[in-house]
């Protein structure tokens, strides 16, 4: 089983509509982290948490709110989505310590029409 | 600042070397990491540097770092079509290890 989950991996949806992206994770890490992936950009962080009751902004957090629900589930929801909100989102969640890999999730592929 | 920047794309015959290049701008970096991103797949760690190296090598890879010219390069020894991926360098600060600083992310394709 993977350790870092995403649901859902596609999805398309309208402009307006409010959508939550899920990540779940089994490695048992406290910091988990939302990224996007626009093609020549590389990846930006959204949000981040450290646990529970921490919640940070990243550098593109207009837009986007996030819900750190237990040790080991972090939304993204897209309160009002926007066409430019379209791209692939990624989860991802470390252990702080040492090199502080981080452990990435396979992505959600977001269109918003 | 903390730009990190890579160039778009590389393509190589198979069985020759690849050598992927990134430049960063702030110098406070403590590691240093090659992130590769398989078609559909996420991210996974490639291997890393510590900042007081200069060099490590793992099997088919060399990482080389000149912190003098913020450099870091990732060689790829016998390329093979599965190495065909997109391969981003990342940084994480002394003074903010809170987070990766991502690179743009190199496109590397390989042709037989």
């Known amino acids: 089983d993977a350790d870092v989950t995403q649901t859902p991996r596609n999805r398309i949806t309208k402009t307006g509509k409010r959508i939550m992206l899920e990540c779940s994770q089994t490695k048992g890490h406290d910091r988990m982290y939302w990224y996007r992936q626009d093609p020549g950009l590389g990846l930006r962080l959204i949000y981040y948490s450290f646990d529970v009751k921490d919640i940070n902004k990243g550098e593109i957090s207009d837009g986007y709110s996030v819900s750190r629900q237990a040790q080991a589930k972090f939304s993204l929801s897209l309160e009002s989505a926007i066409p430019n909100q379209t791209a692939l989102y990624f989860c991802?969640?470390?252990?702080?310590?040492?090199?502080?890999?981080?452990?990435f999730g396979p992505g959600t592929r977001l269109t918003v029409l | 600042g903390e730009d990190v920047e890579q160039s778009l794309f590389l393509s190589v015959r198979e069985g020759d070397s690849s050598v992927i290049n990134c430049t960063y701008t702030?110098?406070?970096?403590?590691?240093l990491y090659w992130y590769k991103q398989e078609p559909g797949a996420g991210l996974q760690l490639l291997t890393y540097i510590f900042s007081n190296m200069d060099m490590k090598q793992d099997q088919r890879l060399t990482v080389l770092l000149n912190k003098k010219d913020k450099h870091l390069s990732l060689r790829i020894a016998d390329t093979q079509t599965g190495d065909s991926a997109i391969y981003f360098c990342?940084?994480?600060?002394?003074?903010?290890?809170?987070?990766?600083?991502f690179g743009t992310g190199t496109r590397l394709q390989v042709f037989p």
């Open positions: 702030d110098s406070s970096s403590t590691y």
């Open positions: 990342a940084e994480i600060l002394s003074y903010n290890t809170d987070k990766l600083i």
């Open positions: 991802a969640v470390s252990s702080g310590r040492a090199r502080n890999e981080q452990f």
